[in-house]
């Protein structure tokens, strides 16, 4: 059974360009985490998907990012216009959502904004 | 705002030494994770913690949880180089039906042969 997938695992911008990131769940889990770790600190929550709904986006930046989960296919995390601050390691974690599950996590995305 | 504090922040023992890392969080909740991380690499769950007075083991590792007291140890006894990494406590948001977690800083565990 094949863990979380995320894609790229290693992302490098230029100010101003645009980063996508992809994140495929665990084989049967239907609900998907985005955090952001900078680095020497924790992980920080961004936002909570279920497939085709936006349940918490209370940790995302009002601008320039944005989530979605379709119906087929990955969780992608979009970045827009990307400033040096966002260089960052996004992990992307997913569960069943069915009562007190753990949340499992992918290897990662590591972008780089020169 | 739920607030997780761990420590210490930084940990450097000798090998078979025992030592223990603190987690405190600041409002209520029945969920408390850690997690395991080496560099350049993801998160790996170590324990869930359900209730009041859970203590969990595996191998050289032991974590209990305190609700009352807002506090999980992560216990390490006899450690051994393998142990070395950043050892994360985690907490449930509950509101709202969201899942979130909230993560402490880390601590950075080395041991030394």
Partial sequence: NAGVMQNPRHLVRRRGQEARLRCSPMKGHSHVYWYRQLPEEGLKFMVYLQKENIIDESGMPKERFSAEFPKEGPSILRIQQVVRGDSAAYFCASSTGWGLETQYFGPGTRLLVL | ?113
């Fill in chain 2, 1 to 113: 705002e739920l607030k997780v504090e761990q420590n210490p922040l930084f940990l450097s023992m000798q090998e078979g030494k025992n030592y223990t890392i603190y987690c405190n969080y600041s409002t209520t909740s029945d969920r408390l994770y850690w997690y395991r991380q080496d560099p350049g690499k993801s998160l790996e769950s170590l324990f869930v913690l359900l209730s009041n007075g859970a203590v969990k083991q595996e191998g050289r590792l032991m974590a209990s949880l305190d609700t009352k007291a807002r506090l999980s140890t992560l216990h390490i006894t006899a450690a051994v180089h393998d142990l070395s990494a950043t050892y994360f406590c985690a907490v449930d948001m509950q509101g709202a039906g969201s899942y979130q977690l909230t993560f402490g800083k880390g601590t950075k565990l080395s041991v030394i042969p």
